[in-house]
């Protein structure tokens, strides 16, 4: 019987060097993980077995109990490319839907959406269906992720 070896620590990119012994390929859903056996490229595989639930980005590196790194790769998966006359107003309809999104220079990136898109549209927005690598923006307090979340008072008094 397959025992993975353990991981459970993530190097996060730009902390570690050196070639890794192996690469893990994740959608952007796939990154959102805690514990989880996972394949690598060539069938190898590892346990990985985080502290909390962790936000996985591409380059990062999950490191193995006999110091292996196994780097993680952002997946191909179906996005839309948004480019318009105006990106701050589209960037804010996108964000108004707590939708994710990945900010470029000149262009945005959305997951396939044909609500979304039809809306871009209205907007002005030309869309570009594309196969490509989803690395949205992480939440503004640096957690990665953006959940969903209250817009209640938070713990500020009414009246």
């Known amino acids: 019987m397959d ?3 353990p991981a459970r620590k993530v190097l996060p990119a730009g902390t570690w060097s050196g070639p890794a012994a192996a690469r893990v390929v994740l959608s952007y859903d796939e990154r959102f993980l805690r514990r989880k056996r996972l394949t690598c490229e ?3 595989g590892v346990m990985l077995d985080l502290a ?3 936000s996985l980005a591409a380059g990062d590196a999950l490191e193995t109990d006999d110091d292996r790194r196994i780097e993680v790769v952002a997946a191909e998966e179906p996005v839309v490319q948004v480019e318009g006359p105006n990106l701050a107003r589209l960037a804010w309809h996108i964000g108004n839907r707590h939708t994710p999104c990945q900010v470029e220079a000149d262009h945005l990136v959305i997951r396939q959406d044909h609500v979304l898109e039809a809306m871009l549209v209205r907007l002005g927005a030309r869309l570009t269906r594309v196969l ?3 690395r949205p923006e992480g939440g503004a307090y640096g957690h990665g992720r953006t959940l ?3 817009h209640g008072p938070h713990g500020f008094p009414h009246g």
Do not use: M, S, V, W
């Open 3 to 5: 025992f993975p070896l």
């Open 42 to 44: 060539g069938g190898a």
């Open 52 to 54: 909390a639930t962790t």
């Open 132 to 134: 490509a690598p989803f």
């Open 148 to 150: 969903g979340h209250d």
